[in-house]
C-alpha cells in the first residue's frame, strides 16, 4: 500500500547541504560516524512520522506520499521546500557595544541569541556588527537519503510511537497501552514514574493522542506502585471494581 | 473510645516554651497571630498524627493515647519527652577561619550550617567562635495545648489523609480513593498533575500506604486526561476491561 497523508511510518534519513556534502541531521550511527556528524547525546533509529504534518521538512513529508515500505528514497530539496530562501531584510548591521552589553563577544560565524531569535553573525567592522537572522541552511539546495522502515498501522502501536517519541532513554515495549472504546489507558513503567519533565510529556502525549485519533476522549496514565507481594490472595470484590490488566496485555477496541 | 497507638488522628496544637511563653509551633491562624507566630506559607488546620509513630514529640504521642474524640489537653513537657537535654558535648569551639572560609560572618546567635549540620553560634571572641549543635529547643521545658479534632477510621479518609499530609494545596475531596483486595487507587485530579514534585509525593505516599495498610500491595495513580466529550458512544468491549468508576465513587473492600 503507497503512503498517505496521515500514515504513521518510522523512517531512517540522511540530509546534506548539497554543495558541501555537509551531513546536518542523521538517524543512522555508521552514517553519523562516517560523516563525522556523530553526536553520543543523540540515540540513531527511526524517527517516527505522521507524513504530512510538518513533523519533517515540506520537501520530504511530499517525497514520502506514495512511497512503499522498505523503499529507499534519494531526493533533492529546493530552498523553498527545506529552509526557505535567504531573506535579505533578516540581515542587520547592530552597534557592537549592543552586544557586547548582553556579555556577547561579536565573532564572525558565532551564532548567538538576539531578543529570544537565533542569528549568524557575519561580520565585525569598527564597532558595527552584521547579523542574519536567516536559518543557517536558509537558501541552501539539499539533498536527503530516505529509508522507509515500517507503516505503523496497529492503533495501539502508533501511540506507543508517539510515548517512544516524547520519552526517549525508556524501552518502548515496557508501556502497556489499552484502547477501549473513547479511552485510551497507558500503563507506565516504574522508571519512567520520575523521568525528566515526565508530566508535561503526558500532558502533551495525551493532546497528541486526541489530536491523531478523533475518537479518543480521554487518555488515562497509570502507574503502578507495587510494594509488596500480597500477603493473602485478594478477596473476591462484589462491587464494580478496577481491574488492572495482566502484564503485557492489550485490550483492544475495535476500529 | 480511647485513642490507641497506631489510630489516624487529626490535631490542632499550640506549642509554647514554657519560661517565655514563645510560641514555636502553632495550627491554628487565630493563636498564631495573637503570638506573632503568624506565617503566611503555612497552611492552617489540623494536622494528621499517625499516634505513636513519632510523628510528633514523644511526649505529646504519649498524651494522646486514652484521649477522645473532641476533647482538649494542656501538658508540660519536659525535654526528655521534647527536644531532648542539652548536650555538652555538642558545644564546639573552632576557629573563626574556617567559618569564614565557608563564607560565614560569625555572629552570636547566628544559625549556620556545618558540615551538613545546624549549629548556633554562641559567642565570637578573638578568633575563636563558639558553636552550638544541640537543637535550639534542647534542654527546655515546653507546655502544649493539644486539641483532638477527629479520628479517622474509614480506611479511604485515612488515605485521603495521607494524600493531603503530602499533597497541600489542592483540596482533599478531589482525589478519588478505592480500595480492592490488595490494590489502592488514587484517582489525580488535573491541577495535580504538574504539582511541583508531584511524581516524589506519589511515591512517599506509595510507601507509606504499604506501611500503614499491610495488606495493600499495589498503589496506583491514574491521571485521565480528558480531552474532549465523546464524538459517539462507546462501544461495549467484549474483551476484559479497565473501567473508570464513576466520579465521586469509592468501592471499600471488605476490612
Not at 94 to 107: C, D, F, N
Not at 165 to 184: A, D, Q, T, Y
Not at 220 to 248: C, M, R, W
Request: hydrophobic content about 40%.
Amino acid at each position: 500500500m503507497p503512503i498517505n497523508n496521515g500514515d504513521f511510518i518510522l523512517v531512517d534519513y540522511v540530509l546534506k547541504v548539497k554543495d558541501t556534502g555537509e551531513v546536518f541531521d542523521v538517524t543512522i550511527e555508521n552514517e553519523a560516524k562516517a560523516a563525522n556528524a556523530y553526536s553520543p547525546d543523540q540515540s540513531y533509529e527511526p524517527r517516527l512520522v505522521a507524513v504530512g504534518q510538518g513533523w519533517m521538512l515540506k520537501g520530504i513529508d511530499e517525497a514520502l506520499v506514495g512511497a512503499e515500505e522498505g523503499q529507499e528514497k534519494e531526493i533533492d530539496l529546493a530552498p523553498e521546500k527545506a529552509f526557505g530562501e535567504r531573506d535579505g531584510t533578516k540581515v542587520r548591521i547592530v552597534p557592537a557595544r549592543e552586544l557586547t552589553k548582553q556579555g556577547i563577544t561579536p565573532k564572525p560565524g558565532a551564532r548567538i541569541e538576539v531578543g529570544g531569535q537565533l542569528a549568524t553573525i557575519r561580520s565585525v567592522g569598527s564597532g558595527r556588527v552584521t547579523i542574519d537572522f536567516n536559518h543557517p541552511l536558509a537558501g541552501k539546495q539539499l539533498s536527503a537519503k530516505i529509508y522507509v522502515r515500517k507503516v505503523v498501522t496497529e492503533p495501539a502501536e502508533r501511540i506507543r510511537e508517539l510515548i517512544h517519541r516524547r520519552i526517549r532513554g525508556i524501552p518502548k515495549e515496557r508501556f502497556i497501552i489499552s484502547m477501549v472504546g473513547n479511552l485510551v489507558t497507558i500503563e507506565m513503567p516504574e522508571e519512567a514514574f520520575t523521568a525528566e519533565d515526565i508530566q508535561f510529556a503526558k500532558k502533551g502525549l495525551a493532546k497528541e493522542i486526541s489530536k491523531y485519533f478523533p475518537d479518543v476522549a480521554t487518555v488515562q496514565f497509570v502507574e503502578s506502585h507495587v510494594l509488596k507481594q500480597p500477603a493473602k490472595p485478594a478477596p473476591q470484590p462484589e462491587a464494580p471494581a478496577k481491574e488492572t490488566p495482566a502484564e503485557g496485555t492489550e485490550a483492544k477496541a475495535p476500529q
